[in-house]
């Protein structure tokens, strides 16, 4: 497995785990309960962890694919802006998710507030990180591509000519 294979294998994990993470804490808010909300400060943590090598792959895997046909240097630009942007706010997600476990477990009661913040971070990240994987899934994924430029002619996907009418 080379580091483009990792990158596409870990890249829906911050993703999914991120808004699962959230689901979680609305949950543990609704429940009152303090395990919940701890199993969601620990979710991010996890997802900021996973978040580091899919970001460190993605260097190496834009080397594979630049040279494709059909990939775009746009495109390739436009989503490492994006997952610039969102590893960073996912890692201060993650540090945040630390301190509130580190309060939580040092005074055995979490702060209203920094739990809220972190709440509020989480769908911010979700947002960047759905974004990035968005901008990521173009680069190949023609099919999801608005406009004409994504259309793939029905001639194309079924194999044969333009001309053979």
């Known amino acids: 497995m080379d580091s483009t294979h990792l990158h596409l294998l870990l890249n829906h994990f911050p993703i999914i785990g991120t808004i699962i993470g959230t689901g979680i804490m609305a949950y543990g808010y609704f429940t009152q309960s303090d395990a919940t909300k701890k199993a969601a400060l620990l979710t991010w943590v996890a ?3 996973c978040a580091v090598p899919v970001f460190l792959t993605g260097e190496p895997a834009e080397e594979m694919v630049e040279g494709l046909p059909g990939v775009s240097e746009a495109l390739i630009g436009a989503h490492e802006e994006a997952a610039e942007l969102a590893i960073w706010v996912m890692e201060a997600l993650g540090l945040l998710s630390l301190l509130a476990l580190f309060i939580n477990f040092k005074t055995e009661r979490t702060t209203n507030a920094v739990i809220g913040i972190t709440f509020a971070l989480s769908l911010v990240t979700f947002g960047l990180m759905a974004r990035t994987g968005y901008l990521g899934g173009q680069i190949r994924h023609t099919e999801i591509r608005s406009g004409a430029g ?5 001639a194309e996907i079924l194999g044969g000519d333009k001309d053979d009418d």
Do not use: D
């Not at 994504?150 to 029905?154: E, M, N, S, Y």
């Open 47 to 49: 997802m900021a962890l």
């Open 150 to 154: 994504g259309q793939v002619p029905a």
